[in-house]
């Protein structure tokens, strides 16, 4: 099969390259896809699981990626929950070859069926960042009706989720970026924004969440906007500053079937929105991964036509 790997961790996204690998079989509980996109996500080069397996010890050359929309051709020893044939989505194990190849050995459980009317682009879209919004505001960050959310990045892949999410839950939301992204932010759904780099985060107030994506400097400064007993949930690592009366919570998204189900009927109602910015033919994502500039929203990899 065609596939993209990685082999050298400090050449970066020039170090990718379009090679022929042997097919994946499937192994107890996996089943194979047969991809036809992908998502591919600009920082996991820099992801130690990109490049060692769970004994540290190198596990090059890699395939990257770890979202993915196709259809089931295999079937492992032990699969329950899904048939062959059947159309998937969901979020691959970080350490494991990826998604960037017209085959790929998944986890089972790791897949939830996608809806025949949802095109596999907007499927491979949806895993990382829809699961990351989702766990991060209602699993960690316990978001309920009435309370008000931060939103760092709201017009980014991930915070446009959260927006989203938070707005239909009934939540108050405060959107955050650069003063470009306003509008973008407040079609998400964001009732109010604050310009991180010319307006004042401090002057909004209490919030009873901050959802941060970019920690260092800009989640310090949250933690002293959360009200008491509220919570500050980052996808950045563990930051320096708490808040003084309430919670903060650091946390990598996992895989849930039951949840990719809840997001893929909310693109089907029309209730949520992806944030695709670059789709590309498998053939021409290398030079895609390269160009000079990039557009913003997620880069989707279309490995089947």
Do not use: C
């Not at 991809?35 to 540290?56: I, K, M, S, Y």
């Not at 990382?128 to 939103?151: D, K, N, Y």
């Not at 941060?212 to 563990?238: H, N, Q």
């Not at 903060?248 to 039951?258: G, H, L, N, P, Y």
């Amino acid at each position: 099969m065609k596939a993209i790997v990685v082999m050298d961790q400090t050449a970066g996204t020039a170090g990718m390259k379009l090679v022929e690998r042997p097919e994946p079989q499937a192994a107890i509980n996996d089943v194979v896809v047969e991809v036809h996109a992908a998502g591919f996500t600009w920082d996991e080069l820099t992801w130690p699981p990109t490049w060692t397996n769970r004994q540290d010890r190198d596990r090059t050359p890699s395939i990257p990626g770890h979202e993915l929309a196709g259809v089931v051709t295999a079937l492992g020893y032990g699969t329950t929950g899904l048939s062959l044939g059947q159309r998937v989505f969901g979020l691959t194990d970080w350490y494991r070859d990826g998604t960037l190849g017209e085959y790929t050995a998944v986890e089972a459980r790791n897949l939830a069926p996608l809806p025949g009317d949802v095109d596999f682009t907007v499927g491979a879209s949806l895993p990382m960042p829809g699961l990351t919004a989702w766990q991060g505001l209602f699993q960690h960050g316990r978001l309920q009706s009435g309370q008000s959310v931060l939103v760092h990045g709201a017009a980014g892949v991930v915070g446009s989720m959260a927006t989203q999410l938070a707005r239909e839950n009934g939540a108050y939301v405060i959107g955050t970026g650069r003063a470009a992204h306003r509008e973008a932010a407040l079609d998400f759904g964001a009732r109010e924004f604050v310009d991180l780099e010319n307006d004042a985060l401090e002057d909004i107030g209490g919030v009873d969440l901050v959802f941060d994506v970019f920690g260092g400097e800009i989640a310090k400064r949250s933690a002293g906007v959360i009200r008491k007993g509220g919570t500050l949930v980052t996808i950045a690592g563990p930051i320096e500053a708490r808040p003084a009366e309430g919670l903060a919570i650091d946390f990598v998204v996992e895989s849930d079937r039951s949840q990719l189900g809840e997001i893929a009927k909310r693109v089907r109602d029309g209730r949520l929105r992806t944030n695709i910015g670059t789709i590309v033919p498998l053939d021409e994502a290398v030079a895609a991964f390269n160009a000079p500039e990039r557009r913003s929203g997620k880069t989707i990899i279309r490995v089947r036509p």
